[in-house]
């Protein structure tokens, strides 16, 4: 019987985490430790990098995601690994895990098989408390907007316009939609409210796209948290509670190292959704990454059109990263969904399913290529693939002009991306990357989201009512024109309908509503229904979570 | 100009945690460091401890509190300090502070002047992370009662009667009250909740009277958080929540070792609110340093009446602790007060003054010896304070056979607790202590609520109406009869009444409610308005918190 992930983690012969980052040139003085595998870069360390010049940047992303799977951050872990096999020093660039689906639906989110970051059951729970200062951290400016009105509201806010909600690392459906400030004059005066999930907080975006942290505490001051009756914003700056913000986070800023399986050093820091926030692993990580390795490796959210999109619109341009290559990840069984193939057919060869699914490939890879970075085709090994569906992947790939490689990195480690690494280093070395974002900061808000849904979607044009039309030119007239767009849709078609699989063309896509993260610095189009705090399942994984005699975890993965 | 408190702290030299811990005898890689100054004890190294004996255990507590601020941490650090200075093996045991009030009034809670422990900003703050564990344990146990309403409720939870709320680590008075699971079907069954603070929490008591991991997990499952149609107790064992909430505690229930600023070792562990709950520091923490030193002070919440009582009644009995001296702090200024004098008047020298107030320290000598624990009085130094001031106290003092001893350690560290410690060790060595409890485990519940009230507060008698003393009885014959009570009332009077001072006699302590407290193993008498959600005040300490142009913490304290 195959080992199940943790199993496989546990047997992991783990280094101190001095000696990973001495692997980078990291002195040891400066790796704060949270016991001996995981630490934090000081600041003063990560300053003293900044004449240094900087690595090649890869980005990991994906098909449509399909429930078969696609294992992109495995992909990630492995690509890491088979570099550093090769005699590159490399280094990989994740998102942390969220700990409240961690308690819903098995699974975590440290990679897989042989091709894993270490300590996972610590990556996947507390970790080094970062998402526990955020959350705290936007708690705090929750409280600081009602403690205001409580004390005679001066900035005139309109209770009924209080957008910022407050935050629980949790799956809590019943916190959703709320009442607060009831229960009589000293609890304040009653409201609606409700609470959103740690990774959906604008902070953790604002976290992952700050420089530093002078950085980060500007773009706090300019959350916009309520209008006032006349509709003008008022921010966190307004509340005064960028500084306490700021202090609360100082320590999580830090860029968290941890090492893979093969002892390569990996980090890992910050986790925004990819529907209402851009889904990257945070600046502050990938540019230290950057200074200290000659190939750094990193994972996008969701699909290319999604993921991708916004690591090179938003993180990208904001950021003046300039990626040298991508990998789109799929899978056999992933293809032969957007072909049609039903989940309990998967195991059955299919090359025409194949084929017709590779549509779904062929876009992103166009997709990708129209930013100006070069591509390579991942095929994320299942032990049902055969020849004859590797083949057809190849040649669609081919016509686009990129090679696809079958990767067996889940079972057999770096051994089973050392083509890969080497066709990418092919790639990034060949220089022919030449990025640029897909539109210009100048361009009105709505063409940006016309943009992307007519060249990236397949779409033949976009539509709103006229509130949401009113909403993009109030945005513009308050100055936020020129901000990215954060496309929320769903991540499973490049349409708005989920079951719409392949690559659908001449669809319509509906912008619902227009969301403000000013300090994050975009604007959200949603574009479909978005859950920003999931429920439990019925049977939730919790029931099966437990620690074993010798205070082991059990049950979590 | 005085420096200020983190002045002094910052000036510190700091030693690694592992030097400090070597004073201990712990080896290097059995202290889990979290930075350099910060260090968790792995359990195995706390479980090869257990054939060793025990060091001695002091307890500082204090007279009732006055605004004019008695300084019990500053002496519990200060004594640590002064038996390290005279040779002796000493450690201090301390609660962590809880966050949220740093950002509503100005203060830390890590001693003060040369008797601090450091790294305090960090202390102040997210530690060690232990209460965002707590926090987060907490409400995946809220989630998991929701959920299962959600799903059929197959265990009959009646929704009017879910006494387990939510917490945040956050002072935030919107929260107290609100109405959860609005916004339709998919959102739950709408129903009355509210927010504690984290330190108010149960898991928080359990996780400071735990004796280990197995412990935790079987105190988690007795929390009763619900009630069905016919009262009967729904518990979180009911509901499978034990498992994945100790998985949460795991890393947070190893006691957290930092150091003094003379660089003695310091354990910094739990802090349940010392009205509903205890107010001690973890009994892991207690057990372990009583087996890695001579002699072990600790301290309790509030004045002796509510911290001492319950650390003898509750956390002795339960832990089998024999405590082997109590020293009980006080200040010429606050005396004063308890005598009379306006807060604007305590400049001036008020012998008189100081002997009526002494009233209140006399009873509180007199009830801990009827503890059997011998008494030594630490009068903490003020530079007003004169000479015929000092001399009334250690009159007063004399009466209950103790001595009275003049500290400076707010001024000049451990030089100025030497003679406090000379008499500790004196009074710890002569072994007179002979500990009981106040009241046996089978005396019914009522009683040990009387028991408190007239042999220790001075009342002549309790009082609580019909449905109060139907719980009394409901309690009882639900099988909590042998449960300690955890008494909650104002910190500021030895009656239910704050501005009685001294040793007011003859009153009557009405008990308003009974909260069953299972999993802790207490039932909380609840004798006045218990705040368990603060507040933010006008002008929040938040207003002035933020980092200096190097990255360090300003306006914190």
């Known amino acids: 019987m195959a080992k199940s992930d943790i199993e496989i983690a546990r047997e992991a012969t783990m280094q101190p985490i001095t000696e990973i980052g001495s692997k980078l040139g990291i002195p040891a003085d400066q790796v704060l430790q949270y016991g001996p595998y995981k ?3 000081s600041f ?3 300053n003293s990098l900044d004449s240094k010049p900087d690595g090649k940047l890869i980005l990991v992303t994906a098909i449509t995601p399909t429930p078969a799977g696609e294992g992109k951050t495995t992909t990630t872990v492995g690509l890491g690994d088979g570099l550093n096999r090769i005699g590159k020093k490399a280094a990989i660039c994740l998102r942390e895990p969220s700990q409240g689906p961690c308690f819903g639906m098995k699974g975590g989110a440290a990679g897989g098989g042989y091709a ?25 400016l929750s409280a600081l907007i009602d403690n205001h009105i409580y004390w005679g509201n001066e900035l005139g806010i309109d209770l009924r316009r209080v957008s910022w909600r407050r935050v629980v690392d949790m799956n809590d459906r019943s916190l959703r939609s709320i009442v607060s400030s009831l229960g009589g004059v000293s609890n304040g005066f009653p409201r609606e409210d409700g609470f959103d999930i740690v990774v959906a907080s604008e902070v953790m975006a604002i976290f992952c796209l700050a420089k530093d942290l002078n950085d980060l505490t500007e773009r706090l001051s300019r959350i916009v948290v ?10 966190a700056g307004d509340l005064m509670a960028p500084g306490p913000m700021a202090v609360l986070l100082k320590d999580a800023i830090s860029p968290n190292l941890v090492q893979t399986l093969e002892n390569n050093p990996a980090f890992i820091h910050g986790g925004p959704f990819a529907n209402i926030a851009h889904g990257c692993n945070s600046v502050i990580a990938t540019r230290t990454a950057l200074k200290l390795a000659d ?4 994972e996008a959210g969701f699909g290319a059109d999604l993921g991708a999109e916004k690591f090179f619109d938003i993180k990208c341009r904001k950021a003046g990263l300039k990626p040298a ?13 957007h072909g049609g193939v039903a989940k309990e057919n998967l195991g059955q060869e299919n090359v025409e399913a194949v084929k017709k699914g590779c549509s779904n490939l062929a876009r992103h890879l166009a997709n990708v290529k129209s930013f100006g970075v070069p591509v390579v085709v991942a095929i994320n090994r299942f032990s049902a693939d055969t020849d004859a569906e590797v083949a057809a992947v190849q040649e669609v790939a081919k016509t686009q002009g990129a090679k696809a490689i079958l990767c067996n990195h889940w079972a057999e480690g770096s051994k089973g991306t050392e083509e890969l690494a080497h066709e990418v280093v092919r790639v990034v070395d060949s220089q022919t990357a030449n990025f640029s974002p897909i539109y210009p900061d100048d361009m009105p808000l709505w063409d940006k989201v016309k943009t992307i849904a007519t060249r990236l979607y397949g779409a033949s044009d976009i539509i709103a009512d006229k509130a949401v039309r009113n909403r993009f030119k109030e945005l513009e007239d308050m ?9 929320a849709k769903t991540q499973y078609s490049f349409s708005t309908d989920p079951n719409l699989k392949g690559a659908p063309s001449g669809h319509v896509v509906p912008v619902r509503e227009l969301r403000l993260s000013a300090g994050a610095g975009f604007v959200v189009a949603i574009c479909g229904e978005i859950m920003t705090m999931p429920g439990l399942p019925r049977v939730p994984s919790a029931h099966n979570i437990k620690l074993d005699a010798n205070g082991q975890i059990e049950g979590l993965f």
């Open 39 to 41: 630490g934090k870069l």
């Open 479 to 487: 100055g936020y024109g020129d901000l990215p767009v954060c496309m």
């Open 44 to 46: 003063d360390f990560i």
């Open 295 to 298: 190939y750094v490796v990193t």
């Open 116 to 140: 894993q970051v270490v300590p996972m059951e610590d990556i996947n729970l507390h970790f080094t408390g970062d998402f526990h200062a955020i959350g705290i951290a936007h708690n705090l």
């Open 226 to 235: 309520a209008q006032r009756r006349d509709k003008s914003p008022v921010t």
């Open 325 to 337: 290559a991508a990998v789109v990840v799929a899978t056999i069984r992933a293809l032969k969904m």
